[in-house]
């Protein structure tokens, strides 16, 4: 599975910006996706992920609300919505493929990563 994330970017705080993760070489519609952060000098956090068949969904406490993920199969792509956003919200987000098809917090879960879009919030 080859992933490939996109719309990063510099936003004031307040702003909205949209993730996308396209994904090819697998049946996307059999696997669960994620979202994932890394802050310069921090862990990996989970932000966010969604089921195969996006009857769940799955978010962090600290973007909930404000995130929203949604997944078109049809074209094979995820989409990371994020509104009021914050400084704490800079990092680099990362999307991952859970082959299990469930979705998880747990980054352990995942099969499969993306590359990573630099999102930055400026204050």
């Not at 802050?39 to 962090?60: L, Q």
């Not at 199969?73 to 400084?87: E, F, G, I, R």
Request: proline fraction near 2%.
């Amino acid at each position: 599975v080859q992933l490939q994330a996109s719309g990063g970017g510099l936003v004031e705080a307040g702003g909205s910006l949209r993730l996308s993760c396209s994904a090819s070489g697998r049946t996307f519609s059999n696997f669960a996706m994620g979202w994932f952060r890394q802050a310069p000098g921090k862990e990996r956090e989970f932000v966010a992920a969604i089921n195969w068949s996006s009857s769940r969904t799955y978010y962090a406490d600290s973007v909930k609300g404000r995130f929203t993920l949604s997944r078109d199969n049809a074209k094979n792509t995820v989409h990371l919505q994020m509104s009021s956003l914050k400084p704490e919200d800079t990092a680099v987000y990362y999307c991952a493929a859970d082959l299990g098809g469930s979705g998880s917090y747990d980054y352990r879960e995942y099969d499969y990563w993306g590359q990573g879009t630099q999102v930055t919030v400026s204050s």
